[in-house]
């Protein structure tokens, strides 16, 4: 280690021929070139178009956004509902995950259950969300069931409110934070936890100081994924909010779909994106930190 430190060429070990570099290159090329043709370039072909007005480079579109207050109360609209979403999907998926994960012992019965956590996933948020809009209706079995039971007296709006949105992107966005905390929750070795109860922790204090802060990593993942899929979601704010909520992606299919101003669209889009990766790097920021701390 002494001669590593101070270079002595006699002792410090040759470098390694690069073959295995060599040989992953051809492995690496495939998903490269994907990324490169399906994300990139559309990426570079937006914010090009979008730093474009009457034919000349400009700032214009940035500053028509910018300096709208509309879009700033769309945006705090859309983060708000993002913010909500995350929120519910956390406090309903973690003790799911920790349930399928710590709880049911039997193989067979959690592949079941993970099964049927996947299973939505496999229809389009297009025939879901229209599913809830039958549920969530003044008639509806949500309706029906609360008056039912008689903790409502009559049927109460769901359709065309934030509560609504909130409601279908949960259903919607529920299987990413279970599975994310989940496989989490399945690198925690037991005998941690064993070796804190056996040192006169409860259990509560066991989960707080052995379980959570080990599978915090894989929650700060899933809370990421989660907020950034509620914040760029389209078609369940669109059809839940009935045309009476607007949410920052609506405003984009406007642009790119009916008005056809793809250079202000792409403004748009790069305004959402620099938001949201800002509002991502800040929650990854505090995320890391307490789990240093931990």
Known sequence: MTAALTGD??????????????RALPLLAAPVAFFVAFFAVPMVVVLSSSLM?????????????????????????????????????????????YYLVRVVSSNALRRSCVILLLLPLFTSNIVRSFGWMILLGRNGLVNDTLVGIGLLDRPVRFLGTETGI???????????????VGNALATVDPTLEEASADLGSSPFTTFWTV?????????????????????????????????????FPML????YSTVFDVHYGGALSITLLVVTLVLVALAGRIGNGGGNRS
């Open 9 to 22: 060429p006699a002792t410090v070990p040759a470098a390694a021929p690069p073959t295995a570099l060599r």
């Open 53 to 97: 007005a009457g034919g000349a480079p400009s700032l214009a579109n940035y500053a028509r956004v910018l300096l709208d207050q509309y879009h700033w109360d769309v945006l705090a609209v859309t983060f708000r509902i993002a913010a909500l979403t995350t929120l519910a999907v956390t406090l309903l998926g973690y003790p799911l995950a």
């Open 166 to 180: 909130v409601i279908g992107l949960v259903y919607i966005l529920l299987p990413f934070i279970v599975l994310a």
């Open 211 to 247: 379980t959570f802060p080990l599978c915090l990593p894989g929650l700060i993942a899933g809370v990421i994924m989660v907020f950034t899929l509620a914040a760029s979601a389209y078609v369940t704010p669109a059809l839940l909010s009935g045309g009476k909520i607007t949410v």
């Open 252 to 255: 984009i299919f406007q642009q």
